[in-house]
């Protein structure tokens, strides 16, 4: 893991990073981009944390996949309750809640 683990963190970054900024049809794929991006953070802090052979590394791989997963979950409840009431989860209707 730690000889594909530092590419393979930067790989699906870029990903992710690109994903985002083609993306203009549903939030949804934001948030599938967003995880990704935090995924990669995981692999890389667990890569170097293998490569240094300390735990610091694997302790805030584990808080950052907890602050993930609370995301993740507000996140995508405020998604349906907006669908619920709009029925759509495009982000073109999300200029409505400026006004």
């Known amino acids: 893991m730690s000889r594909y683990g530092l590419p393979l ?3 699906l970054f870029l990903i992710a990073t690109i994903r985002m ?3 203009r049809q549903t939030i949804l794929l934001w948030f599938f981009a967003i995880e990704l991006l935090l995924l990669s953070r995981n692999l890389l802090f667990l890569t170097v944390s293998i490569l240094t ?3 610091e590394g694997q302790l805030i791989a584990i808080f950052v996949l907890t602050v993930a997963a609370a995301e ?4 995508l409840s ?3 309750m907006y669908y619920r009431t709009r029925n759509t989860v495009a982000l073109s209707s999300f200029d409505l809640l400026k006004e």
């Open 9 to 11: 963190s930067l790989l």
């Open 21 to 23: 900024r083609t993306n």
């Open 72 to 75: 993740s979950r507000i996140g």
């Open 78 to 80: 405020l998604l349906v």
């Open 53 to 55: 052979d300390t735990l």
